[in-house]
């Protein structure tokens, strides 16, 4: 199955455009094993997500024992909802095959987060996985994004947007999304309308301060549809006590049903 075809089953399936991201963190999670941590956040979630976005960071940063955690929370996760492997993977060619190879393959993400900063051969490898999703770095959710992806060529086009344009002229499997960061409304309308067929990852919203509103307006598709909303620690560690699981869930319901109820007001 296609990546976009198991979002869009997922996303219907749960009636969600969540994603919630399995970041076990040292300082803020409860006393509790990590892998018994992200496995009682997908029990109490799974129903309410359209994907999973586990980031590299937190379980590289653990060496071995957290490459192992990878791998068994990946496996917890049920088969039908989408895992997001958020790596921000980008190197010359031979480099990024192999990294293309180790997230796809070795893990088994359905999709990977891509940084385009050394142009079209970096990301091919991993383009080539014709199944498996690539979302692009385009507008980034940090303040420092502007540092480079607001600088402007000679005919005033940002740089963010001529990754865009690149990312479409490249999409030829229909397998390349981007990643838009919620605290950019206005080049997220301006991306979105840019390229209305693609994914859009779009990260920022809770702790970093992006509007939640916004993202959903300016992210979702013609169908509504198509607008993954990246949360981790708001929903991570709602609660930091023994109820940690059931606080997780109270929170991605609530921000579901927002979104829901954001989306339904954007289609009457």
């Known amino acids: 199955m296609k990546f976009t075809d198991k979002l869009l089953a ?23 094993n990590f892998l018994e941590f992200n496995k009682a956040i997908i029990e109490a979630t799974a129903d309410l997500v359209c994907a999973y976005k586990p980031n590299l960071a937190f379980y590289e940063a653990l060496g071995i024992d957290g490459l192992k955690l990878l791998q068994d929370t990946i496996e917890h996760i049920p088969g039908h909802i989408p895992i997001i492997g958020d790596g921000k993977r980008g190197d010359i060619g031979n480099t990024a095959k192999a990294y293309a190879k180790a ?52 005919q005033d086009v940002p740089l963010y947007e001529t990754v865009a344009r690149k990312a479409k002229e490249w999409d030829v499997h229909g397998n390349i999304g981007l990643v838009m960061g919620a605290t950019y409304p206005e080049e997220l309308k301006q991306i979105r309308s840019l390229c209305p067929e693609m994914p859009l990852l779009i990260p920022g919203i809770g702790a970093q301060g992006g509007s939640l509103a916004s993202a959903v307006k300016y992210g979702i598709d013609g169908r509504g549809e198509k607008a993954i909303i990246a949360v981790s620690r708001q929903i991570l560690y709602a609660s930091r006590e023994k109820d940690f699981a059931e606080a997780a869930r109270r929170s991605a319901q609530k921000l579901r049903d927002g979104i829901n109820d954001l989306v339904s007001r954007i289609g009457r």
Do not use: H, W
Not at 16 to 24: A, E, H, K, T, Y
């Open 10 to 32: 997922a996303s219907r399936r749960n009636n969600s455009l969540l994603c919630v991201g399995l970041d076990p963190d040292p300082e803020l999670v409860p006393k509790i």
């Open 103 to 154: 997230l796809f393959v070795s893990f088994g993400f359905d999709a990977a987060t891509v940084n385009p900063y050394l142009g079209f051969d970096s990301v091919e490898p991993f383009i080539g996985y014709k199944d498996k999703g690539v979302f692009i770095l385009c507008r980034t959710s940090n303040p420092g994004a502007v540092d480079f992806q607001s600088l402007v060529d000679a």
